[in-house]
């Protein structure tokens, strides 16, 4: 029998998307299309969203079989995703999604972040947006409370912050999508990091121990940056005091990646923290596992606990002396980058997206996937049959 489920996403799927909130949701699809699953979408902004609604709410009545539904949230929230952002049709996916429950179909979202509870967020709006993201914000939670089964969440931290009633809230961490480990240097200490950088990923004392530890204790350090350029071109005059030969700024995504992995033996995360940072989760911990890399991350984050517990690479104060004191460690006993690495190594199978998937598929439907990816039929029912001819 064929494995059908519906993949949801208040936007439409980028296949080269940057940024972890495109990323995700592309990964996903894939993998439960790897666990064998004929995906139906509904995704996209609103107009397609509610075209491809109705042929799943159509082939329903005509006797179509979904084993599930899981959906990709957005950082905005769903009734705002348009391009103008104004909410013209609130009630489609509540009403998506109770109809799938209604026809005995488990509904599941990724709640992607929860921003919109600090301080910062509100702060970054104007009076009127404001009001009108919290409250669109605030329908969102209630969808979810009363229209899903299941709500994934970044970490089980973000459930302390939110109002989700009694819908069970597991963690659904990001995954990686490497087939393999990539190498790196064995001599040295170079470190790699890619994503973000300003509000949020200020990495001003990442950038001074990394100057100190080449300049000042002449150690075999360096360290790649790999950001957005028009996101760097903002902040590049903060960094500029910085600059030497051990730092290089890059920029790059997907596969131009792979050349910086392979300059490095060492990722890292090392940022000033904030609130969100003791909840929050990137995609970027995963990319680095993935890729076969040791992890740099700041102590008291929830990913430094993470990193920690499954031993998994080294926490350090964010600070230039703390910065430079492990680096000047780990360049001196490349051993030890060696023995990490080895653990990494270990672990790195049980954190791709197909896992992830897998998890999700579990979770909304209380029973295990089948090992085995069953061979399509060119004759098994399509799409098209279905919704064109009710079969």
Not at 120 to 134: D, G, I, T
Not at 365 to 376: I, L, Q, S, Y
Request: glycine share 8%; net charge negative; hydrophobic share 40%.
């Amino acid at each position: 029998m064929t494995r059908r489920m519906i993949f949801h996403h208040p936007l439409p799927l980028i296949a080269d998307a940057a940024s972890a909130s495109g990323i995700r949701p592309v990964q996903m699809k894939r993998a439960f299309e790897e666990l064998g699953y004929e995906v139906w979408e509904v995704t996209g902004y609103t107009p397609e969203r509610a075209r491809l609604a109705a042929d799943v709410r159509y082939a329903v009545r005509c006797g179509v079989r979904f084993d599930f539904c899981y959906s990709e949230s957005s950082t905005m929230p769903m009734t705002m995703t348009n391009p103008t952002h104004l909410p013209v049709r609130p009630f489609l996916d509540l009403r998506f999604f109770r109809m799938l429950r209604g026809n005995g179909v488990p509904v599941g979202q990724f709640l992607r972040d929860i921003y919109w509870v600090f301080p910062a967020y509100r702060e970054s709006l104007s009076f009127p947006k404001l009001q009108a993201a919290l409250a669109a914000y605030e329908w969102d939670m209630r969808t979810l409370r009363r229209h899903t089964d299941r709500v994934f969440l970044p970490s089980l931290k973000v459930g302390e912050y939110i109002n989700l009633g009694n819908v069970p809230v597991p963690a659904l961490e990001p995954g990686h999508g490497h087939a393999e480990p990539l190498p790196g240097p064995e001599k040295g200490a170079s470190l790699f990091y890619v994503g973000g950088i300003g509000p949020g990923y200020k990495l001003h004392e990442l950038f001074a121990g990394v100057k100190r530890a080449w300049e000042e204790k002449n150690l075999d350090v360096h360290l790649i940056v790999c950001l957005r350029p028009e996101e760097w071109d903002a902040v590049e005059h903060e960094y500029a005091q910085w600059a030497c030969p051990a730092i290089e700024v890059v920029h790059g995504h997907g596969n131009g990646l792979r050349e910086y992995f392979e300059r490095s033996n060492i990722a890292a995360i090392v940022v000033d923290l904030d609130e969100y940072w003791k909840l929050g989760v990137p995609v970027k911990l995963y990319d680095y596992i993935g890729a076969g890399k040791p992890v740099m991350v700041t102590k008291g984050s929830l990913v430094g606990d993470m990193v920690e517990r499954m031993e998994l690479g080294w926490t350090v104060d964010n600070s230039p002396d703390a910065v430079v004191e492990l680096l000047e460690r780990l360049a001196n006993d490349p051993q030890e980058i060696q023995q990490v690495r080895a653990r990494v190594l270990a672990q790195r199978d049980a954190h791709t997206w197909r896992e992830r998937a897998r998890q999700a598929v579990e979770e909304l439907t209380g029973a295990p996937v089948p090992e085995a990816v069953e061979e399509r039929d060119p004759l098994t029912e399509t799409k098209e049959v279905a919704v064109k001819n009710g079969l």
